[in-house]
């Protein structure tokens, strides 16, 4: 079965300060992947995706992530951290034996330092 | 284009009670999940409705039942509801024509308490 872990339940960076949340996935098969962000009392909003096209993905708001097959990883970095993105991060993968149905990750909160 | 709409937004029920949550889909969406989150669960998924059938189950009691109508919208229902139930429940839609490279859309949750 699909899995995704993510390293660090809570993670803390100064304003400025580079932001890297970690996520690995396990899948036998190339995986559709995703991180999302939920900002308290609101939903999960889509930050970025892969999907084979490129291994480097940009999203919103200046994050990207970067497929590592080797790695199994898909970390999720942002050069300089805003006070307004401490938000709860979730990477998930998508499992083609479930009618792709979202394998999510425990999730991590980013919380920025002034 | 409207977002993922789900009502109410926030909801307190008595244990013993039961209560139906609503889901309105992106406008063209056939495929809705529901998910629980919890502090201490994080988020977990209850179940996939894909053209009115349930596609996908998670491990929850039958308690927690679901349907979809033809326009796609979607319910979810919890009967006699305890303590643990108190959660922020969220809906998801995404087309869902068979390619797992769709992304689910978010509403914003039913906060449900249970006293």
């Known amino acids: 079965a699909q899995s995704v872990t993510q390293l660090g339940s809570h993670v803390s960076v100064s304003e400025g300060a580079l932001v890297l949340l970690r996520c690995n996935y396990s899948?036998?098969?190339?995986?559709?992947l995703f991180w999302y962000v939920q900002y308290p009392n609101q939903g999960l909003q889509l930050l970025l995706k892969?999907?084979?096209?490129a291994t480097l993905v940009k999203g919103i708001n200046g994050f990207e992530a970067e497929f590592k097959k080797s790695e199994t990883s898909f970390h999720l970095t942002k050069p300089s951290a805003h006070m307004s993105d401490a938000a709860e991060y979730f990477c998930?993968?998508?499992?083609?034996?479930?009618?792709?149905?979202?394998?999510w990750g425990a999730g991590t909160k980013l919380i920025i330092k002034p | 284009k409207a977002g993922v709409t789900q009502t109410p937004r926030y909801l307190i029920k008595t244990r013993g009670q039961q209560v139906t949550l609503s889901c309105s889909p992106i406008?063209?969406?056939?495929?809705v999940s529901w998910y629980q989150q919890t502090p201490g669960q994080g988020l977990q998924f209850l179940f996939e409705?894909?053209?009115?059938?349930?596609?996908n189950k998670g491990n929850f009691p039958g308690r927690f039942s679901g349907r979809q109508f033809s326009n796609s919208r979607s319910e979810m229902n919890v009967s006699t509801l305890e303590l643990g139930d108190s959660a922020l429940y969220l809906c998801?839609?995404?087309?869902?024509?068979?390619?797992?490279?769709?992304?689910?859309?978010f509403g914003d949750g039913t906060r449900l308490s249970i006293l």
């Open positions: 409705y894909f053209s009115e059938t349930q596609r």
């Open positions: 406008s063209g969406h056939r495929s």
């Open positions: 899948s036998s098969v190339p995986p559709y």
């Open positions: 892969y999907t084979s096209a």
């Open positions: 998930a993968v998508s499992d083609r034996g479930s009618n792709y149905q979202l394998i």
């Open positions: 998801a839609s995404r087309p869902g024509g068979g390619s797992g490279n769709q992304p689910q859309h």
